[in-house]
């Protein structure tokens, strides 16, 4: 009776096509304001990506390029072997004082007064430390250098390499930066005769670790991260699959069961750093394994992905129609044959992406490697697996502690890379997924 209202004609109206009309406008404008929520929440999200995204490159772009100086080398045998004893002693050639060779050829090329010698310090300063020891191999691998003029393409200082990339304010005072006014200005004459040029850093990929910036690589970590992804490889996927294979299609249901997944459940969700407490007190104190071995590393972080893999394994094992295995029984086929010949080639594009996350996530790790000793400086690449070694991770854990300023942008570059490799091990597990996934 009460939606039922008299007007003054003596006409009923009904007030319930209003309320409707009212609550679907309600229901209307909550569900493009939880819209507005979600796309805000994208946005966000997206923002916070794209500032870390800016910072992390445009900080570390520069570090794959180097600025190096092309100067002519005079092999002198006066410096290199006076005695002419490298015939009969080649260890001669080893301790021949190359700096000097450096020294005079920039001198040279510079035009500077070699009785200055804070002129003359202050030039050899703008090359690299290592330039002498370039020199030292080049004259080892061919003596028949000795006593020609060769143009040699050695690294800059960092200090150097960072004024010319325009990281170094050089409008302040000289006395508060580390390139003086003098360097400047070479620089300049270098540049502008083209002795002084940038080029591609293959050095970053090639070079291990070292205390000069312009010198220092990711040739080790790339190795001991390549180590580390074979071992938890071939580690965790076959057993994680059989464990998988056993839980899900052969293990009786009952307590012990079920108190082991819920074990691996809460294994997946242990703090990282708790595996690596358990590999230095198991695998080093215990079975006695080297520290710092890519080994070690490779069993923790097998441990730490091993519970992923297991989830992924039997998610993707679940997703299998129940038809498939009636069908593959009613045909005559074993249980074992069912699940081998049937079940798991349907589940393998599962396996596969679970697996590569799995990867993926174990390449990213720091924490646990850092409590085995992969932290260690370590200039010389690994040949096996039980020689020191580091990660990609913990390498720029290692560059974004030190002091030098130009390890900035190798630590920039170093993410950059990581996260190059992160990009493609995912993207790879969705192409995986879409090329071989079959809808039911």
């Keep these: 009776m009460t939606d039922i209202v008299s007007s003054q004609s003596g006409v009923t109206v009904s007030k319930a096509p209003a309320r409707r009309d009212i609550g679907i406008k309600r229901r209307y404008a909550a569900e493009r304001r939880f819209q507005a929520y979600g796309i805000a929440a994208i946005a966000f999200g997206l923002i916070f990506l794209f500032i870390l995204l800016w910072t992390v490159i445009g900080k570390g772009y520069t570090a794959f390029q180097q600025t190096a100086i092309t100067l002519p080398i005079e092999f002198t045998e006066k410096t290199i072997d006076p005695s002419n004893k490298r015939a009969t002693d080649p260890s001669a050639l080893i301790a021949a004082n190359y700096p000097v060779l450096l020294r005079d050829a920039i001198v040279k090329q510079l035009n ?43 690294l800059a200082d960092a200090n150097v390499d960072s004024a010319s990339k325009g990281q170094i304010d050089l409008s302040v005072d000289e006395k508060n930066r580390k390139v003086n006014d003098k360097q400047v200005g070479w620089m300049n004459e270098l540049k502008a005769s083209g002795a002084l040029h940038k080029q591609f850093n293959t050095g970053l990929f090639v070079n291990g670790n070292s205390s000069r910036p312009e010198a220092a690589g990711l040739g080790v970590a790339l190795i001991g991260s390549l180590y580390l992804m074979l071992i938890v490889l071939v580690l965790a996927l076959p057993i994680g699959v059989a464990a998988s294979i056993y839980l899900e299609e052969f293990a009786p249901k009952n307590r012990l069961t079920d108190l082991i997944e819920v074990n691996i459940n809460n294994l997946a969700a242990v703090p990282s750093i708790v595996y690596g407490l358990l590999g230095l007190s198991v695998f080093i104190n215990f079975v006695g394994l080297p520290r710092s071995a890519s080994l070690v590393g490779g069993l923790v972080l097998t441990l730490m992905t091993l519970p992923t893999i297991i989830i992924a394994t039997r998610a993707a094992l679940r997703a299998v129609p129940p038809s498939i295995r009636a069908a593959a029984l009613g045909l005559g086929a074993s249980k074992m044959q069912m699940v081998f010949h049937h079940v798991l080639p349907l589940a393998m594009p599962g396996i596969l992406t679970g697996t590569i996350i799995g990867l993926a996530h174990a390449l990213g ?11 260690a400086f370590v200039a010389n690449a690994p040949t096996t697996p039980l020689d020191p070694s ?6 720029v854990y290692m560059w974004a502690n030190e002091a030098e300023r130009a390890f900035v942008e190798r630590t920039s570059g170093a993410i950059i890379v990581l996260l190059l490799f992160l990009i493609v091990m995912n993207m790879g597990a969705i192409l995986l997924r879409r090329r071989f996934e079959r809808r039911w």
Excluded: F, H, Y
């Design 112 to 154: 500077i007064n070699a009785s200055s010698k804070p002129d003359v310090r202050d030039a050899a300063a703008m090359l690299s430390k290592g330039a002498p020891i370039q020199l030292r191999d080049m004259v080892v691998a061919d003596p028949s250098l000795i006593g020609k003029t060769v143009n040699v393409t050695v």
């Design 390 to 395: 580091t990660a990609l991770p913990v390498q």
């Design 365 to 375: 790790e720091t924490a646990p490697l850092l409590l085995i000793g992969m932290v």
